[in-house]
C-alpha cells in the first residue's frame, strides 16, 4: 500500500537534568559501560545514519541484540518517538512532523495493549468508531478480519478470557481493520511459548498474502527475522551491519557480527592464515589448508586481498567429521534427534559439529578425538583489523 523512506535518520536521548557530568564519565569508564552507544554532548545517540528504502507490499524485518535501536526506530516510523535528525517519507510525504493518526499506520505492539472491559469486538472496533465510520462498514470490516485470523468465535470474549495466542491475534485484528498502509510490528510474539511462537509465525505470513500492506517487523529472534523477511536490518549499536535476502546475509554476512548473529547454532571462529598464491587462495587452521572457491577467490582478488592472518568462520553445519582435517576433543554430544551436535575443543576453541544421526558410526564420548574438515566453498574470511568479509 506504501513505499516508506528513511533518510540518515537519527535519535538523540538528551541528558536529563543533571546526568550530562555522569554521562561523560561513564565514557570513559569502561568497567561501568554498559552499551556502546555513542554519546555525544547533547545526550546518547540510539539511532545513527539510518538509511532504508521500502518497498511497496515489502516485508522487512528489523533484527538485533537488546538496546541495538530497532524498537527506536520503529516509534520514529509511527510517530512515537520524534525524529531527532533524517527524514522520514510514506508515499513521498516528509512525516517527521506529522502525528501518529496523520500516518494512515498501525501499530502491533509486544503486551498486546487490549482493553481489558472491552469484548473483541469492541477493541477491533474502537479506533473505527473514533473515526466515525458507520456502524455497517465497521461490522463488516471486524467480521472479515475475524475470519482472517479465525477469531470469530471470540468476538463477544473479553480479554482475560483468552490465550497469549488468542489475545495477539486480536491485537492484529485491531490494527488490520483499518487497512493501514504501513503495518509496524514491534516483537509481537515475544511473549508467547515457543509452540505458539512457531504457529503465529505460520499465521502471519498467512496473513501478509492476504492483506495489501507494507509491514515493519521488529524481532530479537533471528528465526524470525529469516522466516518472515523479504529483507532483513540487522543492526548493532543504533548503527546498520548489513542489509539483505535472509539467504544473502546468511551465505555472505558483512562482518563478525552478522556472521555470528544469524544462524543457529553459531557460527565457528578460528584463528587462522589467508594465504596467496598466485590467483590461488588457501585458508590454513591446525594444519588443514583448503582452496577457496572460485567464486570467492575472484572476489579476492578483486580487492586485492593480500597473504594474512584471519578470523576463519565455518557453520557448523558445514563441516564434516572424517578421517583427516582438524584434530579436536569432544566435551559434549548433545543428540537432537536427526542429528548429534558435538561441542569440541580444537585449539583452544569451542567449536560445534552437526552430526547426521544417519551417519553416525559410534557414539561420542568425553575425550574422544575426532576430525573434521570444510570446503572451500563455505569458508568466510574476516579481516582481523577491522572484521569486516574480505571478500565485500
Aim: charged share 25%.
Amino acid at each position: 500500500m506504501a513505499t516508506v523512506q528513511l533518510r540518515n535518520i537519527m535519535k538523540v536521548y538528551p541528558f536529563v537534568s543533571g546526568e550530562q557530568k555522569k554521562g561523560k564519565k561513564k565514557k570513559t569508564d569502561e568497567p561501568e559501560k554498559k552499551s556502546n552507544l555513542q554519546i555525544t554532548d547533547e545526550g546518547v545517540v540510539a539511532v545513527q545514519a539510518f538509511d532504508l528504502d521500502i518497498a511497496d507490499k515489502e516485508f522487512i524485518v528489523l533484527v538485533g541484540p537488546s538496546g541495538c535501536g530497532k524498537s527506536t526506530t520503529l516509534r520514529m516510523v509511527a510517530g512515537l518517538e520524534e525524529i531527532s535528525g533524517g527524514e522520514l517519507y510514506i508515499d513521498g510525504q516528509l512525516m517527521n512532523d506529522k502525528a501518529p493518526k496523520d500516518r494512515d499506520i498501525a501499530m502491533v505492539f509486544q503486551n498486546y495493549a487490549l482493553y481489558p472491559h472491552m469484548s473483541v469486538y469492541d477493541n477491533m472496533a474502537f479506533s473505527l468508531k473514533l473515526r466515525k465510520v458507520p456502524k455497517d462498514e465497521i461490522d463488516v470490516k471486524v467480521r472479515e478480519a475475524a475470519a482472517i485470523l479465525d477469531i470469530t468465535q471470540y468476538l463477544e470474549r473479553k480479554p482475560k478470557a483468552l490465550s497469549g495466542g488468542q489475545r495477539q491475534r486480536v491485537a492484529i485484528g485491531r490494527a488490520i481493520v483499518r487497512n493501514p498502509k504501513v503495518m509496524l510490528m514491534d516483537e509481537p510474539l515475544s511473549n508467547l511459548d515457543a509452540k505458539l511462537r512457531n504457529e503465529m509465525r505460520a499465521e502471519i505470513l498467512k496473513l501478509r498474502q492476504r492483506i495489501d500492506t507494507t509491514f515493519m517487523y521488529v524481532t530479537h529472534d533471528q528465526t524470525e527475522a529469516m522466516t518472515l523477511g523479504d529483507r532483513i536490518v540487522i543492526m548493532k549499536d543504533g548503527y546498520i551491519q548489513q542489509i539483505g535476502t535472509p539467504q544473502e546475509v546468511f551465505n555472505h554476512p558483512a562482518n563478525l557480527f552478522v556472521a555470528g548473529f544469524i544462524g543457529m547454532p553459531v557460527m565457528n571462529f578460528f584463528d587462522a592464515e589467508l594465504k596467496k598464491d598466485g590467483n590461488k587462495y588457501f585458508v590454513e587452521v591446525g594444519g588443514y589448508r583448503v582452496e577457496l572457491a572460485p567464486e570467492k577467490e575472484k572476489r579476492l582478488l578483486a580487492n586485492n586481498v593480500s597473504s594474512q592472518p584471519i578470523t576463519l568462520g565455518v557453520r557448523p553445519e558445514h563441516t564434516d567429521v572424517g578421517d583427516s582435517g582438524v584434530s579436536a576433543k569432544v566435551d559434549v554430544a548433545e543428540m537432537m534427534g536427526s542429528s548429534v551436535h558435538l561441542h569440541v575443543n580444537a585449539n583452544g576453541k569451542d567449536v560445534i559439529i552437526i552430526v547426521p544421526t544417519i551417519d553416525m558410526e559410534s557414539n561420542y564420548k568425553f575425550g574422544d578425538t575426532v576430525h573434521f574438515s570444510f570446503s572451500g566453498k563455505v569458508a568466510h574470511v574476516f579481516s582481523k583489523e577491522t572484521s569486516k568479509n574480505l571478500e565485500y
